[in-house]
Each structure stands twice: as C-alpha cells, then as structure tokens.
C-alpha cells in the first residue's frame, strides 16, 4: 500500500510549484502592467509639453504680427518719400 505521507508531501509539493508559478505569473503581469502604465503617462506628459509650447507660440504670434504691420508701415513710409522718376 501507499504510504499517506508520502502521498501528502508529493500534493503538498504540487500545490507549493502551483502556488509559486501564480506568484511569478502575477508578478510578471504586474510588472508588464506598471511598465505600460508609465509608457502612457511619458507619452501623455511630451504631448502636453508640446500643447504648451504651442500655446506660447499662439500667444505671441499677435505680437509677431504688429511687428511685422509696423515694419511694412515704415518701408512704406521710405517708399512715398523717395522721388517719383518721370
């Protein structure tokens, strides 16, 4: 006949294999999961990075353009005092 022990010990050390096998699977899982997670956020944070720095350009881009309307004013200025050729 079998011997109990021996019967207990062989499932006990199936189910400390199974249990193990868990733990690394869910760990593994755990760790692709935070891995992904901050894949997202470094992505989320240059996209914001990039929307600021567009605001600050769209910010200063009226002042761009008085800069410019002023520079044609002044050439156009120099224009009508230059002398008319006959």
Avoid: C, Y
Avoid at 47 to 60: G, I, N, P
């Amino acid at each position: 006949m079998a011997d109990p022990h021996r019967q207990a010990s062989a499932s006990s050390g199936g189910v400390f294999t199974a249990a193990a096998l868990g733990v690394l699977a869910g760990a593994g899982g755990f760790a692709w999961w935070l891995w992904r997670q901050s894949r997202h956020r470094a992505s989320s944070s240059a996209s914001k990075v990039l929307t600021d720095q567009q605001a600050s350009e769209r910010q200063a881009l009226p002042d761009r353009v008085q800069q410019l309307n002023q520079a044609i004013e002044e050439v156009r200025r120099q224009l009508e005092s230059l002398p008319s050729q006959p």
